[in-house]
């Protein structure tokens, strides 16, 4: 029987990546037009988020190409929104941080709200806490092939992480969580579709 290395797994899903369909996006639009695209997403997300939901997006970055195409599915990236602080927390290669609001939506082609299905005001406040805490703890870049290091976290790991007390048991999350999977735990509230 051939040895199944975590090398060859990785050969085998850049191999596979080549049947995905998610498309690569482009540069970022310049000008107005972009700055009232930008300011809108922002407005949408103030006016209807709340502490502890969840920004999903399909990002510019090379990174973001990788995401999508590996994952087969049109978005890249997740964080965890800290409303009261126009901010949202998120994880990327220097660890999990915080941006402004202004900075996640300027980095987005496509951005979607969700509220998670475990949200409620208490649950949110814990949550978003939770998530301030764990800020400036490192990547977990093994998370992403389904390999659990303790206090490290990707994107969407965080993003579920956060809510893990009030997880129920017949919520089977999966290991890894692609940021496309997230709206199976939760209700859109505001999609930017496809442009």
């Not at 998120?90 to 979607?112: N, P, W, Y």
Request: proline share 6%; aromatic share 8%.
């Amino acid at each position: 029987m051939p040895r199944v290395t975590c090398r060859s797994v990785l050969v085998a899903a850049f191999l596979l990546a080549g049947c995905a369909t998610a498309p690569v996006i482009g540069n970022r639009p310049a000008g107005e037009v972009r700055a009232e695209l930008d300011a809108a997403m922002a407005a949408n997300v103030r006016a209807h988020g709340l502490n502890g939901d969840w920004l999903v997006i399909r990002g510019y970055h090379a990174t973001d190409n990788l995401v999508a195409t590996i994952t087969n599915k049109p978005f890249s990236h997740a964080a965890v929104l800290d409303l009261d602080r126009d901010r949202v927390i998120e994880a990327e290669a220097q660890g999990v941080h915080e941006s402004t609001l202004a900075d996640f939506v300027a980095r987005a082609h496509r951005l979607v709200l969700i509220r998670p299905v475990w949200a409620s005001a208490a649950s949110s406040a814990a949550a978003l806490a939770k998530a301030r805490a764990l800020v400036g703890r490192p990547y977990d870049f093994l998370g992403l092939i389904g390999l659990d290091i303790p206090d490290r976290f990707y994107c969407s790991e965080l993003t579920l992480e956060v809510y893990r007390p009030f997880i129920r048991p017949e919520d089977v999350v999966p290991r890894p969580v692609e940021p496309g999977q997230l709206y199976y735990w939760g209700r859109v509230l505001y999609d930017l579709g496809a442009r």
